[in-house]
């Protein structure tokens, strides 16, 4: 469901397109038509992509361009019908997260553990299970976490690690923010999209594609927050900290 601002930002895009459609250019138009025959049954995710692409592309009587955050750039021709399709599939293919610490989503238990202790060394014994390794005090892209959780899920017969969240504790709240504001502008620099969600703009922020379908966080593959230890924090010695959430992603069907 297209929700009534997201509306408006593609009103605008078919304003800015008919100059196009109208100099000759029916390909101009059957490019408007596909692009948003493609947003219809889109997850939020996807549309806030497709949103963020067409406000941030060149356009011209030959097509457009956009400039992925890593620098690629891509493009759609309006006389190459076909060039259409590859525009969308390749930015989402992009924006979809498809490991992390080199380690695949999807990847098996015996797979990510093997992978995971030759990068960060032993993981904490006690408090991991056959669906759960802990890391503790570790050191990745260039940030100090206190706490890394690898996650799986199993069918019964095969493991897939499903979910991962890296956690730093802070002395207060102020100091989450800070942290999640930071982390907010380096995801940024890797996906297209990443957006604040709530009213504050201060603790929730997602982004990405996930890399198997779910309904969960709006569609999105990452999400970061901002959350209140409670009377954990006492054990913890910090009350607050601030989360990189990748997943939970569903990998298992269960159906009745």
């Known amino acids: 469901m297209i929700n009534p601002q997201n509306m408006k930002k593609i009103v605008l895009f078919i304003l800015m397109m008919l100059p ?15 692009s948003l025959e493609k947003l219809k049954g889109l997850q939020p995710a996807q549309q806030q992509i497709f949103l963020d692409v067409i406000e941030n592309s060149k356009i011209d009587t030959l097509g457009l361009c956009y400039t992925l955050p890593n620098g690629e750039i891509v493009e759609a021709f309006f006389e190459q019908q076909e060039s259409i399709s590859t525009f969308w599939e390749s930015i989402f293919r992009y924006n979809q997260v498809k490991e992390i610490c080199n380690v695949p989503f999807g990847s098996s238990y015996e797979e990510a553990k093997r992978l995971l202790t030759d990068k960060f060394g032993d993981y904490d014994y006690l408090n991991s299970t056959k669906d759960h390794l802990l890391f503790k005090n570790k050191k990745y892209a260039g940030m100090d976490f206190n706490a890394i959780h690898f996650l799986f899920q199993s069918d019964g017969e095969n493991s897939y690690f499903n979910a991962a969240i890296f956690c730093i504790y ?10 999640k504001e930071w982390m907010h502008k380096r995801l940024s620099e890797r996906y297209s999209v990443f957006v604040n969600m709530d009213g504050d703009g201060e603790y929730l922020s997602m982004g990405g594609l996930p890399p198997v379908a779910t309904e969960a966080n709006f569609g999105f593959g990452v999400r970061i927050d901002v959350i209140d230890y409670g009377e954990n924090g006492k054990t913890l010695g910090c009350p607050f900290g601030v989360r990189i959430f990748y997943g939970p992603y569903d990998y298992v069907k269960e159906e009745f």
């Open 20 to 34: 196009v459609a109208v100099c000759g250019q029916e390909n101009g138009k059957s490019f408007m038509e596909e």
């Open 170 to 179: 802070c002395k207060s709240k102020s100091e989450a923010i800070r942290q």
